[in-house]
């Protein structure tokens, strides 16, 4: 306890407890002073660059609006009644879910796999990993001409298949309606599997080594001890990477159908985030773009709040 000395009337120094400040007791905690003037700069950017176009978005879907300088009228429903009527919308939303239900869980499942094969530090991991980030280099345009070179008519698929004697099954890939859909699929996955498991090693690194050792004690083997011990711990982080990749194929696919596809042949590759990008710059429907949009965001959102609950620890 602070004491303060004062001299009595006969000269002897006396020694006085001072009593403690109220807000200096065992449980106070320091004043962070200044916390909130440092947030207002990233709260701003927020509300404006994130908040802003999300509110944009619902309130262009009720506008009909037939292009950046033309006109713009209330809407109301009719843009929602028209792309509930719109067939194309609708072969979007299958070749959408299908592309989630593939990507996503084969993306993942095989790059915690893979890094979990990098974590357990064979000869060569650290150039394994730089290998594997190879595709996270890459630039989009560059990785579609890699696919589209390989699925050419002309291409080393068709090319390798007439080697080996199975020329018949040769096909132009990119431009058949059975098979558009799944080289963009492969093209997902090709270009996410890479980073991801590198971020599964990252964090699998940080298991404690005790755990693989007990296991392997046990008579655990690998595969045991990669699903059934190492697994459980990193649980919530492999939900965070799910949520990413989901929210990477969901928005990040148009990119891949406009280089390499344009939605076709026809609408079989089409996918919702394309449409949204066909309806808006190409078919100057602005209304019917963010409509689209906003079917978009709601199943991002749910898809977001199911992910989460499917991976979190304690249900």
């Not at 004491?3 to 009593?19: D, E, I, L, Q, Y």
């Not at 403690?20 to 002073?33: C, D, K, N, T």
């Not at 084969?106 to 394994?128: D, E, L, N, S």
């Not at 390499?260 to 026809?266: E, R």
Request: charged fraction near 10%.
């Amino acid at each position: 306890m602070a004491t303060t000395t004062s001299t009595a009337s006969g000269g002897t120094a006396v020694r006085r407890p001072v009593p403690p400040s109220p807000s200096a007791g065992p449980g106070a905690r320091p004043r962070r002073q200044g916390g909130t003037v440092l947030a207002v700069p990233a709260l701003v950017w927020y509300l404006v660059f994130m908040v802003g176009p999300l509110v944009a978005i619902f309130v262009v879907a009720a506008l009909h609006w037939p292009g950046m300088l033309q006109p713009v009228s209330f809407a109301g429903f009719d843009n929602a009644r028209t792309v509930f009527a719109d067939p194309v919308f609708w072969e979007a939303v299958r070749n959408t879910a299908v592309q989630l239900a593939v990507a996503v869980p084969v993306m993942v499942v095989c790059a915690y796999m893979v890094g979990y094969y990098v974590a357990q530090r064979p000869p060569g991991h650290r150039v394994i990993r730089y290998l594997l980030f190879i595709p996270g280099l890459i630039s989009t345009p560059a990785k579609a001409m890699v696919f589209y070179a390989a699925l050419s008519p002309d291409g080393l698929l068709n090319g390798g298949l007439k080697a080996v004697g199975l020329g018949s099954l040769s096909d132009a890939w990119l431009a058949s309606p059975s098979t558009a859909l799944a080289c963009l699929i492969a093209l997902d996955i090709w270009a996410g599997i890479g980073f991801t498991a590198v971020l599964f090693a990252a964090r699998l690194g940080s298991v404690p080594e005790e755990l693989g050792e007990a296991a392997q004690l046990d008579g655990a083997g690998h595969w045991r001890a990669m699903w059934r011990i190492h697994f459980p711990v990193i649980r919530d982080y492999v939900g965070v990477v799910t949520m990413l990749q989901f929210l990477w194929t969901l928005f990040g696919s148009a990119q891949h159908v406009l280089l390499l596809t344009q939605g076709g042949p026809g609408s079989s590759s089409t996918t919702l985030s394309f449409l949204v990008y066909q309806k808006a710059f190409i078919a100057a429907d602005l209304g019917y773009s963010q409509t689209v949009g906003v079917l978009l965001f709601l199943v991002g959102l749910v898809g977001l709040l199911a992910i989460r609950r499917a991976f979190r620890q304690n249900h």
